[in-house]
């Protein structure tokens, strides 16, 4: 296994993963395949593009023909991939998009990987494939029940990737990831996007009544349990990667303002979105005896992040236009609306 295809390598999870690859392994071959859609951006890959062994190409995973090409022409071994639209709010306005990449990408993928003959293929999924849980923790052998049509196109592509092990033998893995934040993340998540916000003191629309939980996990720590899967994980085995830190997004909203020194006052309470879950929580002692420990606590990991996107400016300005604004007015203009009304 000495070429490996990154798919989606040039978004916020899967650009992290292509970077410690390459300094980690100097024998390894990386090559970043995306579409470059709104989250995907090259300047996330700036610190390995000049290396030798890191290659890139444009291209759909739903393409097959460039999908078939790729694999040809860089005599891939193994693919993991990252490659899906991802954010719930998004899926909710436009699922369309979901199904085409979710669902109908990760089937070619599949294809293309079984005539191949690739060695490994791992579908990087999410903890939101199980729905929402009020006790306890998800195990890998639960049931999917997902509630959002993002959720649902993951949890479908999921099931593709079993039918093509059992079915053809194709030595598929899969890890299902908790809320991953970090340098490089798309500012419409929940962290880089109230950190971001709240540099420009803007209102922070937090949905409901803020007291959903995640389990909050940081992006290397991801990157590394990916990794060790891709080398140690069992063919046909699920493994979730969790962060086990729960917090409510109220308490992650007031420690950003805390590390930014800006004031509660930013916080607006807004209406929630449909279909919310409201907990999140894995267990993940199937890939602790592979090996696995979290290197980074969440104080640390999210200080780091803050001081990150303080640092960057450069990185997120620029994204936050055109598109973005576009985006930002469709989803939480009326809802700030409605809130500075409902207050006044």
């Known amino acids: 296994m000495k070429n490996i295809l990154v798919t989606g390598g040039a978004g916020f999870i899967g650009s992290a993963f292509a970077r410690m690859m390459i300094n980690r392994y100097p024998d390894y071959n990386i090559i970043v395949y995306d579409k470059l859609t ?19 190409v444009l291209g759909d995973i739903a393409d097959r023909e460039t ?17 899906a639209e991802t954010h719930v709010d998004r899926s909710i306005l436009d699922p369309d998009a979901f199904v085409k990449t979710d669902v109908i990408g990760t089937y070619i993928l599949l294809d293309e990987a079984k005539k191949a ?6 579908q990087v999924s999410t903890d939101e494939v199980y729905g929402s849980i009020e006790e306890g923790f998800f195990r890998e052998g639960d049931p999917l029940e997902p509630n959002s049509p993002y959720a649902a196109s993951k949890a479908g592509g999921e099931m593709l990737v079993r039918a093509y092990h059992v079915t053809y033998g194709l030595p598929t893995l899969v890890t299902r990831g908790s809320n991953t934040f970090g340098p490089y993340q798309y500012p419409e998540k929940l962290a880089p996007f109230f950190i971001t916000e709240a540099i420009d003191d803007r209102p922070l629309p937090l949905y409901g009544d803020g007291m959903q939980v995640r389990d909050w996990l940081y992006v290397e720590d991801h990157a590394d ?22 917090m409510h997004n109220i308490e992650v909203t007031r420690l950003i303002l805390k590390l930014l020194g800006k004031p509660e ?43 990150w996107y303080l640092e960057n400016e450069w990185w997120w300005r620029k994204i936050k236009t055109g598109e973005y604004l576009e985006y930002y007015k469709k989803q939480y203009a009326e809802r700030l609306r409605k809130a500075r009304k409902g207050s006044s």
């Open 38 to 56: 709104y989250a995907g951006n090259l300047d996330n890959l700036l610190p390995i593009k000049d290396n030798p062994r890191y290659a890139f």
């Open 67 to 83: 999908v078939r090409r790729t694999i040809e022409e860089h005599e891939i071994d193994a693919i993991v991939n990252f490659a």
């Open 265 to 307: 006052s930013l916080i607006t309470f807004v209406a929630d979105r449909p279909g919310h879950d409201r907990r999140y929580a894995l267990n993940c002692d199937k890939l602790k005896a592979l090996g696995w420990e979290r290197k980074h606590s969440f104080e640390e990991a999210m200080a780091a992040t803050v001081k």
């Open 225 to 246: 349990a990916i990794d060790l899967v891709l080398h140690k994980g069992v063919p046909g085995e699920v493994y979730n990667v969790a962060g086990e830190h729960e």
């Open 117 to 122: 003959g690739i060695e490994r293929f791992l």
